[in-house]
């Protein structure tokens, strides 16, 4: 079975005990965030490995080191084939700071992206930026409804019935 299948069964089990759920998650988000202070203090070198050397590099078991491959897999340069994944399947931790950053941003990260690492990534203007970006992104904007009385938003200065809104049916 691939290690994939295998992470999100145990990690999203809906027959779990919910304690040890939480226990998982708990220990999962400690590790990753170990994980990401090491490779945010080199972000230019291209850690590549098998998925068992990696676990091993950072002191983590393979589940763990699965989990991580999956949440990071949209922030790299190049995807990882993580569907298909086993212990000596080779993989690149290659990411692309602003991508993984705002990606921290839309999960609601704040233990990632307020890394002090990011420091030396980003000043805090540029941090700020990219987060304001990333929230802007997902931000759905309803244009205002024209009412029939309202002024009529083409300029004319009649009413929206009497004029753009006659037409519309």
């Known amino acids: 079975m691939a290690l994939l299948k295998q992470w ?7 027959t ?6 939480q226990r998982l998650w708990t220990d999962y988000f400690a590790k990753e965030k170990d994980i990401y202070a090491e490779l945010l203090k080199t972000p230019d070198e291209a ?3 098998t998925v068992k050397e990696l676990a091993d590099k950072f002191g983590v078991d393979i589940m763990t080191m699965t989990g991580f491959l999956d949440g990071i897999n949209d922030s790299l340069k190049k995807a990882n084939p993580i569907e298909e994944m086993e212990e000596d399947t080779k993989v690149s931790l290659d990411f692309d700071n602003e991508l993984l950053y705002k990606n921290m941003v839309a999960a ?3 233990w990632l992206y307020d890394l ?11 941090r700020k930026a990219l987060y304001r970006e990333q929230k802007q992104s997902t931000t759905i904007r309803k244009e205002q409804k024209v009412y ?13 019935k009497k004029c753009c809104g006659r037409n519309a049916s």
Not at 116 to 126: C, P, R, S, T, Y
Not at 148 to 160: E, H, I, L, R, T
């Open 16 to 21: 779990a005990n919910k304690g040890d759920l």
């Open 47 to 49: 850690v590549e490995g």
């Open 108 to 110: 609601g990260a704040d």
């Open 8 to 14: 999100r069964d145990m990690a999203y089990s809906e």
């Open 148 to 160: 029939p009385n309202d002024p009529c938003p083409c300029g004319s200065g009649k009413k929206y």
């Open 116 to 126: 002090e690492e990011w420091n030396d990534i980003f000043d805090e203007d540029k």
